[in-house]
């Protein structure tokens, strides 16, 4: 494949913007997401969604006001190892019935 190496530069300069963050949204293409598993990934992609509407919505009614870092922080870590129980399950359940092959 001719653009191995182009892509091998484009992943590790994504990692090296990503630093030691778990997700970064990217401006016009969505968001870019690590983790240790696909489970992982999924729950980060949700609360990034998530996260990113509530501000969005806070932001359109103008009464915002920055929670401190620290709280960031702790809800960040909360977030990346609870999730919302059964958010996982309920998407794999959907996927099935959507396509049951893709467990083949």
Do not use: T
Request: glycine share 10%.
């Amino acid at each position: 494949y001719q653009g191995s190496a182009a892509m091998q530069l484009d992943s590790q300069a994504a990692m090296a913007a990503l630093g030691g963050n778990a997700a970064a949204i990217l401006a016009n293409h969505g968001v870019f997401v690590v983790a240790k598993g696909v489970h992982q990934a999924y729950l980060r992609c949700q609360s990034l969604e998530m996260r990113a509407r509530l501000a969005w919505h806070i932001s359109a009614i103008g009464e915002g006001v920055p929670m401190q870092d620290g709280l960031v922080s702790m809800a960040g870590v909360l977030m990346d190892r609870a999730g919302w129980p059964g958010a996982w399950e309920a998407m794999v359940r959907r996927e099935m019935r959507r396509d049951p092959s893709f467990l083949d």
